[in-house]
Structures are given as structure tokens and as C-alpha cells.
């Protein structure tokens, strides 16, 4: 069976915009943890500050996104040489659960956050 070049291609492509849409998503939660590090009264009361382990987890949750989204652009890459396509199923689940997680902990960081 002939595989069309202008279609693989055009997959090809697709793959590449599926990841940058990952990788923005993980530099924009980087970009949120350092500006709530910075941008937010540092209220320390033993040791650690609270905003500095929330800015931490948001951090990680962008490296933790970029990670995933770049090992999904490899497994793509790798399934549309062997036409051979696979929907994605544990990386978008465990990458929901860890946004979801951080939303969590971002309201309860509003809710527990001393007002000035």
C-alpha cells in the first residue's frame, strides 16, 4: 500500500503543532510558579514558605507537561512511520490528573493564604 507524501507530511506536521501545544502549556505553568514566587507575599512560618511550595508544585507540573507532551511527539512520530495509529490514553489521563491535582491545590492556596 502507497502511503501519500503530502499525507504523511501533513501528519507529520500535526504531530509537531500537537507537541508545541504541550510544551506551551507546561512553559505557561513554569512561567505562573516563578511569577507567584515573585509576585506574592513570601508568609513564612516554619521554615519554607507556603507560596514558595505551591510556586514549586506549578513548576513541576510544566516540567511534568512538557515531559509527557514531548515523549507523546516521539511515540506519534514513531506510529505515523509505521501507519499505525494508537489514541492516546495514559499519558492524557495521568496529565488530567496532575493539572487537576494543582487546581486543587491552587484553591486551597487561596483559601488558606492569609489575606493583607
Do not use: C, K
Not at 504541550?22 to 507567584?36: C, D, E, N, P, Y
Not at 514558605?49 to 515523549?71: D, E, K, R
Request: glycine fraction near 8%.
Amino acid at each position: 500500500m502507497d502511503v501519500d507524501p503530502d499525507s504523511r507530511a501533513r501528519t507529520h506536521l500535526a504531530n509537531e503543532r500537537t507537541y508545541l501545544a504541550w510544551f506551551r502549556t507546561g512553559i505557561t505553568l513554569v512561567a505562573l510558579g516563578l511569577a507567584a514566587a515573585q509576585f506574592l507575599a513570601p508568609d513564612t512560618t516554619s521554615g519554607a514558605s507556603f507560596v514558595q511550595g505551591m510556586s514549586l508544585i506549578v513548576i513541576a507540573t510544566g516540567g511534568f507537561v512538557m515531559l509527557v507532551g514531548a515523549q507523546r511527539y516521539r511515540e506519534g512520530r514513531g506510529r505515523i512511520d509505521e501507519a499505525a495509529f494508537r489514541p492516546a490514553a495514559s499519558s492524557v489521563l495521568v496529565t488530567a490528573i496532575a493539572g487537576i491535582a494543582t487546581a486543587v491545590l491552587a484553591a486551597l492556596f487561596i483559601l488558606l493564604a492569609p489575606s493583607a
